[in-house]
């Protein structure tokens, strides 16, 4: 059983292609649940899960209310809806828009953070904004593990940029090599330190 109760991701531009990057390398039995959430539209069509199901064997959907954080299981943040985590479960609601978005990736991390703390593990992908970057620092105070993207090699780097401002210490790694990170992490490994 691993250490940590949740991998939550944030990413906006460029995310489908990151994404499915990074869930195509994680096995079928990737020990941690993972909550995902991509800046989308309200209107969105709902795609993304089964776009993102295409590539890899853990099971991906877009997230309910109530659901529960389930190993071997990637959960959405659904369109125009905050995602919460709290004790194991997932709540969504639609208080107001945070940095013009709803799914907000800061609002996913800090209450990640508020709930799990040191057994939490947050990556911030690509992205043209700096949502995720208040999260991610909520993340690293409470002793979680702290992710992110290496900013010139994303397809946006203003959000990774951002959260490598708020987190200097935060892990920095080329998309491709984040599975491996993962699955290390989950077999026990210690965080890897920025030097």
Known sequence: MSKYSVVVIGTS???LEALGTLV??????????????????RDSRPLLASLLQQ??????????????????RVLLAPPDYHLLIDDAHITLDMDALVKYSRPSIDVTFISAADTYGARTIGIVLTGANDDGAVGLRRIADRGGVSIVEHPPSATSPVMPAAALRAV?????????????ALVKLANGAPPRRRT
């Open 13 to 15: 531009w460029g995310g």
């Open 24 to 41: 195509r390398g994680l096995p079928a039995d990737f020990a941690i649940p993972i909550v995902a959430v991509q800046h989308r539209g």
């Open 55 to 72: 590539v890899t064997k853990l099971s991906v959907c877009e997230a309910e209310d109530k659901d529960p954080l389930e190993p071997g």
């Open 168 to 180: 200097p210490q935060a892990t920095v790694l080329p998309l491709a090599e984040i599975p491996r």
